[in-house]
């Protein structure tokens, strides 16, 4: 009995040194099995909350870093715009436009660079594809175009409990947003569009191609090269007015005739007022005045390769593209010239192809006159705003979330805190409370420890007696 009150009076000292040594009150599970068990769940809550947090505060930086570059981009859309401005004012000459040109390559570059943009080994603007370039440049004889590899998810991290958020927008809804408006003709060959609706993305040249020039003349002119040069297509009428020397096709503004001997006597070239032409030999021109109906035959393509003869009373002829797989159709009543027709999807043209198509007519690739050039430019203008209020809404947005993160560390923050006030009135240690137990087991083993001498000294006594 001496040995087991030793004992026990021995273990509430131990377990009172141990609270005020480690400041907790519960040890071990059998010091108090109920509020073990509450421990052990706030432990888990706040190790949710530390998980929570590395959580947001990991997505704050996604979402900061890729708006920061959509920051930066907006910054070079503004200057695109300011630039392809001061490209179309009237005053610009062609080396002028190409000095512009060239800056809004370098924009379209560093734009690019933006769009696959990365932090560490993980793409920004690729949705969930991270581990892919988002955006890939490809080239064909007729120009550059880029291509999204990314998809359109977004990777959700887990904030809270049943809380998520997305921690990325994907370049195809910056960069690559479809808000389709309908086809765009910019006007250069007369071709409109069609009865039914036409399936494609991007841009295109639909190709009106001059075949043959169909004339009667009486007076010895002729057509240079058979017609080989013209580009008229439809019905023309040819005004010669001997009177005035001049010559006038459709509307066009009246040229003046060329004398004997000029060099271009047997090539002389007569533009109407949308800038088709026609070539004429006047080698053989008796000097009369005359007024004559031209026919320019042609044919029309979208891919180059396949070519469909212009009857000019289809008002919804199909077109299809086989190496892209665009449709159009087209109302073919009113072609007047053959060229390269630029045909834009609206609304559905990525902003580096936007850019390209800047660029190539800002170089007049086409060869087309000031006010041809004018119109496909303000075409591209519209795609330019349009991209320009896609990155500045996206760059918003991931603003927003951030901020929203922000809160969420917040909440995290208050709701650990509490949870270890929970903890630390489960299992801290009331340090009066537990000095005064140290003192007392320390009074009570000492009161043991003398009574248990004095109780073996007598029975020792008896026993030698």
Avoid: C
């Avoid at 996604?62 to 200057?79: E, I, K, P, V, W």
């Amino acid at each position: 009995m001496v040995r087991l009150g030793l004992m026990n009076n021995f273990s509430k000292l131990a377990s009172a040194q141990e609270q005020v040594a480690s400041g907790k009150r519960i040890l071990r599970p059998s010091d108090d099995p109920v509020g073990a068990s509450q421990a052990l769940g706030y432990r888990n809550r706040l190790s949710a909350h530390e998980r929570f947090l590395a959580a947001s505060e990991n997505g704050r930086t996604l979402l900061d870093t890729a708006a920061s570059n959509l920051q930066d981009a907006g910054g070079l859309l503004s200057d695109a715009r300011a630039t392809m401005l001061q490209a179309m004012n009237g005053t610009q000459t062609p080396n002028d436009r190409q000095l512009y040109a060239n800056e809004l390559r370098l924009i379209r570059d560093r734009l690019l660079a933006i769009g696959n943009a990365k932090t560490g080994d993980r793409y920004l603007f690729g949705g969930t594809a991270t581990g892919t370039k988002p955006f890939e440049v490809s080239s064909s004889s007729s120009r550059e175009t880029v291509t999204y590899l990314g998809n359109d998810e977004e990777q959700q991290l887990l904030v809270g409990f049943g809380e998520t958020i997305g921690v990325g927008v994907s370049g195809g809804s910056v960069f690559d947003r479809q808000e389709r408006t309908g086809t765009n003709y910019a006007g250069l060959t007369g071709v409109a569009s069609g009865a039914s609706a036409n399936q494609g993305t991007g841009y295109d040249f639909l190709v009106v191609r001059h075949d043959a020039t169909n004339a009667a003349f009486t007076n010895g002119i002729a057509l240079a090269g058979g017609g080989s040069s013209d580009t008229i297509v439809g019905t023309h009428t040819l005004t010669i007015d001997a009177v005035a020397g001049t010559a006038t096709l459709d509307n066009g503004v009246a040229i003046a005739l060329p004398s004997a001997g000029a060099t271009d006597l047997s090539d002389f070239t007569v533009t109407n007022e949308h800038g088709a032409e026609v070539h004429l030999d006047l080698s053989a021109w008796d000097g009369s005045s005359s007024s004559d109906t031209l026919v320019g035959d042609g044919s029309i393509s979208i891919d180059g390769t396949n070519w469909t003869t212009i009857d000019f009373v289809d008002t919804d002829l199909e077109l299809v593209d086989s190496q892209t797989g665009s449709v159009l159709h087209v109302d073919t009543t009113s072609i007047h010239r053959a060229g390269d027709e630029l045909v834009v999807f609206g609304g559905a043209v990525n902003l580096f192809d936007v850019m390209q198509g800047i660029v190539d007519d800002l170089e007049n690739v086409h060869g087309l006159d000031a006010d041809q050039q004018l119109a496909r430019l303000n075409m591209w203008l519209d795609e330019l705003d349009r991209h320009s209020s896609n990155v500045l809404s996206a760059t918003g947005d991931l603003g927003s979330r951030s901020q929203h993160l922000q809160g969420v560390g917040t909440r995290l923050d208050d709701a650990s805190a509490e949870v270890k006030g929970l903890l630390s009135q489960v299992e801290d240690a009331d340090f009066s409370q537990v000095v005064l137990e140290m003192s007392r087991a320390e009074q009570t083993l000492q009161l043991t420890q003398a009574t248990s001498v004095r109780l073996i000294q007598n029975t020792l006594l008896n026993y030698l007696g």
